[in-house]
């Protein structure tokens, strides 16, 4: 902790940096500071004796923390939801957020954080709880006129509260009547049911129901300075602290951070005298304490106007020096959970349309129906493992198919390429001889060049028929035509000699082999479709065989 000379002297220098340049907002802070803004914080004239029944936390200063937060804690947040004081309309009812968020928070920290989170009803407090100076109870309920945390407080010793689910905010001030304190609705359906059970309307479906778990306070008190707030908030949990929040603080937070926290120049040398106590209107929750990187020492604290506003809804402030007043009057209660324990150690359900609280059924008159409910669940699961068992065997069996359906498609491959090269190793091998004479038969060949002026007209050469059937694949081999084929090849004049005439008849003759070798080459695909088809047939008997079940 930062000790109070070192803090003090961290305030004069920061104090004369911002002075000189904030005078220009100083006339802002001085207008709003000659009216209030309502946000509801009223301090009662005469309050009640504190209510204290234990020791008061005595932690020595030398042993508070530099920083704590009850936001995280040990990597555990021990807060609630955060809420909003002006909504559904603009309400002043600080004093009953910020003290209920307080008792929210401390209930969570005294549970160590077990569910449930338990949020206090803010309207049943708003209906009930009256105004310190009005002990008689003659006038309503302070509700958004403002009022004091300390009301609330010496309020729940002898009436506690129920949850927020009993009755939720409103934002406006009610009746604590049994529906103004807890109750439920049905559907216009269900009210127009003659089935439906018979209850007193207090409102169009609604109607008062008993309020279950209530919460109270066992003890109460105030403080205030630096050290006495952080030693309560350490010890037992966050406390509630008046402060007085401004038109720049409301409508322009942002305007004023340094390293984050708040820190209003107006506050500091001659130009403080202008602030009073007469400015706090407002009521909200401290959790913890910090310094920034830079030695700016803060609170953090929790607001109530919606998490849209300063750090989602929370807020630094600067800590040692009473900013804003925030460390001169603040308040603490100890929450009472014993109806919360013994509801939960009673096993206690509650009723939809009373909402009466009544222990369970004893286990030994419904052994019947227990039994039949064990049976059930185990029928299930016998079912739900028969089921799983079913499902395996079911895979292992697509599996096994689709390893027998990979397994045949591979021999199959491998038998067609072994016939493929058996056929290929049994066809009749040409000789080169004959398959040059034969490529000058061939259509594609480029056409001959015409022969250069005064050269001998070119002669073409033709295979005799003996040799032509001699290199024929679709023949058989015939030893005597490739015998003849080889003489033609080797002697030139054994070639039939063309003129004229006989050119015309080799070209007619090559355009015949070409005619024939396209229709050779449509049989031979034909036949490989031929061959695909049946290929595919015998795969879909395979998988109609193989197909699992």
Not at 156 to 183: F, I, W
Not at 241 to 255: H, L, N, V
């Amino acid at each position: 902790m930062l000790c109070e000379t070192c803090t003090r002297v961290h305030l004069v220098v920061f104090s004369s940096m911002l002075i000189a340049s904030s005078m220009s907002m100083a006339s802002v802070s001085m207008a709003s500071a000659g009216g209030s803004l309502n946000h509801g914080h009223q301090r009662a004239a005469v309050r009640p004796p504190p209510l204290v029944l234990s020791a008061l936390p005595s932690l020595s200063e030398a042993a508070i923390p530099a920083s704590f937060d009850w936001r995280n804690v040990d990597g555990r947040s021990l807060v609630t939801a955060d809420v909003n004081q002006h909504i559904p309309t603009y309400c002043g009812s600080c004093w009953i957020h910020g003290t209920i968020a307080a008792l929210n928070d401390r209930i969570k920290v005294a549970r160590d954080g077990q569910f449930p989170d338990i949020m206090l009803s803010r309207q049943v407090a708003m209906n009930c709880v009256h105004a310190l100076d009005d002990p008689e109870k003659k006038k309503p309920p302070a509700g958004c006129h403002g009022g004091d945390a300390w009301a609330i407080h010496s309020h729940m010793v002898h009436s506690p509260l129920p949850d927020e689910t009993c009755q939720p905010y409103e934002a406006k001030n009610g009746v604590c009547d049994p529906s103004g304190q807890c109750r439920n609705c049905f559907h216009p359906d269900t009210v127009a049911n003659p089935a439906t059970p018979h209850v007193d309307y207090t409102s169009k479906g609604c109607f008062a129901v008993a309020p279950g778990v209530m919460y109270g306070v066992k003890e109460y008190g105030g403080l205030s300075g630096e050290a006495e707030m952080q030693r309560e908030i350490h010890a037992r949990g966050p406390i509630v602290c008046s402060f007085a929040a401004d038109a720049t603080f409301m409508m322009d937070y942002q305007a004023r951070l340094v390293e984050g926290v708040y820190v209003d120049p107006t506050y500091f040398g001659a130009a403080a005298a202008n602030h009073t106590r007469a400015e706090v209107d407002h009521d909200i929750e401290v959790t913890g304490w910090g310094v920034t990187p830079g030695g700016l020492p803060y609170w953090v604290a929790r607001n109530s106007w919606g998490t849209y506003w300063g750090e989602r809804g929370w807020f630094k402030v600067l800590r040692g020096a009473n900013h804003l007043f925030i460390e001169d009057d603040c308040a603490w209660a100890v929450p009472d959970l014993s109806a919360f324990d013994a509801n939960v150690a009673a096993r206690e359900v509650g009723a939809y349309v009373t909402g009466e609280q009544r222990q369970m059924a004893d286990e030994s008159s419904a052994a019947q129906v227990k039994a039949h409910a064990v049976a059930a669940v185990a029928a299930a699961s016998h079912a739900a493992a028969q089921h799983a068992a079913a499902k395996a065997d079911a895979h292992a069996i697509k599996g096994k198919a689709a390893e027998a359906k990979l397994v045949e498609q591979a021999g199959a491959k491998e038998e067609r390429a072994e016939a493929k090269a058996a056929a290929k190793a049994a066809q009749p091998r040409p000789s080169a001889a004959a398959l040059m004479s034969l490529a000058a038969l061939d259509p594609r060949r480029a056409a001959p060049q015409p022969a250069p002026k005064g050269a001998q007209p070119a002669e073409y050469t033709l295979l005799s028929p003996a040799a032509l059937a001699a290199i024929d694949p679709r023949r058989p081999a015939d030893p005597e035509a490739e015998e003849v084929a080889e003489a033609e090849a080797a002697d030139p004049d054994l070639h039939w000699s063309l003129g004229s005439f006989g050119r015309a008849a080799a070209c007619a003759l090559v355009g015949l082999a070409g005619v024939a070798a396209w229709r050779a080459t449509a049989f031979s695909r034909r036949a490989r479709a031929v061959e695909g088809e049946a290929v595919r047939a015998e795969w879909e008997v395979a998988e109609a065989i193989y197909k699992p079940m």
